[in-house]
């Protein structure tokens, strides 16, 4: 049988085990502010513990049941790629990347996805499981010691933020289908006793499920929206992305709407741009249109959609068809939607040369020995 990990485990379930195990309440309290304030690496390092409670954490605890086989870095180490064997054998990964001002944790939520979205190397996958709360908040604990462990070594990376600020859940697995597990992720990092992330410092991207949104509009915490669009239109939608057949795109611009008129939030649109398929200056006026609320799909109350876009240059996979857009496409598609007054930026890309960037994540490594730092 596993030890008990520490990173899935609630606080009331800590006091449980400091029950247990004959201790006063307030060790739980104090390995709970080890954990997620001083981000200790081990118990070991918990040192306002008495040794010999150090000594059976370290005895009949992990941290986290995430085991760390290997990172692979980019970007002239700004970007991190960690992939993590889960207890029953199946691959995660998680991206860190470190900017001057912010360090940004891509978080999966789930070991492969069961949407297909056709450009995207973890639909290939299929569903494998749900992640459970631990095992997304391990991922976020992770970035915040490999932080701590880039800064000690005083590498290339000379200036960077000393913890995460940032956490988006755009990694591995669409996050709604993983609901209730995701949110308990989302208010252990938010616990102002403990992470203390603030909530407009979270990130969730949907592919489009419309319960999910409804769910997250009626939420106290105000967690970031991010939509994957990439169509202007149900008939192209739903062939890059199957889920347009039982979400089109009329309810998916309802519930949003309904988003940004409840919460005040603007929501932000991700666009990915491949050559010949959804990138002519005739869809992203359809699209801007749309965004505009002069478009079609029950989007034409003259109402402009409180949004941003997000265009993302296509990342190529192994064995597609699928092209990447060219520079001058991009710009172009880019134009018209400013020139049609729609707030539109093009993704500053990290990671592509690791698969590390949007789409790339299959919880496989290609082997350049140069990029490697083994940590198991
Ligand atoms: S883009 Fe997101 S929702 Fe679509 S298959 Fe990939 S991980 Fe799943």
Redesign the pocket.
């Known amino acids: 049988m596993q030890t008990p990990a520490l990173y899935n485990l609630t606080l009331s379930e800590i006091e449980a085990l400091m029950r247990a195990w004959g201790q006063p309440a307030f060790r739980a309290k104090q390995i709970y502010r080890q954990l997620y304030v001083n981000v200790a690496a081990d118990p070991a390092a918990m040192s306002d513990l008495p040794a010999a409670l150090r000594a059976r954490l370290r005895a009949e605890t992990r941290m986290g049941s995430l085991a760390l086989d290997q990172v692979q870095v980019g970007d002239e180490g700004l970007t991190r790629k960690a992939r993590f064997r889960l207890d029953d054998g199946t691959t995660i990964e998680t991206v860190l990347m470190i900017y001057l001002d912010r360090a940004t944790v891509c978080v999966s939520t789930?070991a492969?996805?069961?949407?297909?979205?056709v450009?995207?190397?973890?639909?290939?996958l299929g569903l494998l499981r749900n992640l459970t709360p631990g095992e997304m908040v391990a991922q976020v604990l992770w970035a915040s010691h490999e932080l701590r462990r880039v800064a000690d070594e005083g590498s290339a990376v000379s200036v960077q933020p000393s913890r995460v600020t940032n956490v988006v859940f755009?990694?591995?697995?669409?996050p709604f289908?993983n609901y209730d597990r995701w949110w308990a992720a989302v208010e252990r990092l938010h616990d102002p006793q403990g992470f203390n992330l603030g909530a407009r410092s979270m990130t969730v991207?949907?592919?489009g499920l419309v319960p999910g949104i409804r769910r997250l509009t009626a939420e106290a915490l105000p967690i970031n929206l991010a939509i994957?669009l990439h169509a202007p239109d149900d008939a192209l939608r739903s062939t890059l992305?199957p889920?347009n057949v039982r979400y089109p795109l009329a309810d998916l611009l309802a519930a949003t709407r309904d988003y940004t008129q409840q919460t005040g939030r603007r929501v932000s649109f991700e666009y990915v741009l491949l050559q010949g398929q959804n990138d002519h200056p005739h869809q992203a006026l359809a699209l801007a249109k749309l965004l505009r609320g002069h478009g079609a799909y029950g989007a034409d109350r003259g109402v402009p959609l409180l949004c941003h876009v997000n265009l993302i240059p296509w990342n190529p996979l192994p064995d597609s068809s699928l092209g990447r857009s060219e520079h001058e496409r991009v710009l172009a598609f880019q134009r018209v939607l400013l020139d049609y007054g729609v707030a539109c930026t093009i993704r500053v890309e990290r990671g592509m040369g690791i698969a590390a960037a949007?789409?790339q994540?299959a919880g496989v490594l290609p082997p350049p020995p140069s990029q490697l730092s083994s940590t198991s």
Do not use: D, N, P
């Open positions: 789930q492969g996805c069961a949407m297909g979205c450009f995207c190397a973890t639909g290939r755009m990694g591995m697995g669409e289908a991207s949907t592919v994957s992305l889920v949007c789409g994540l």
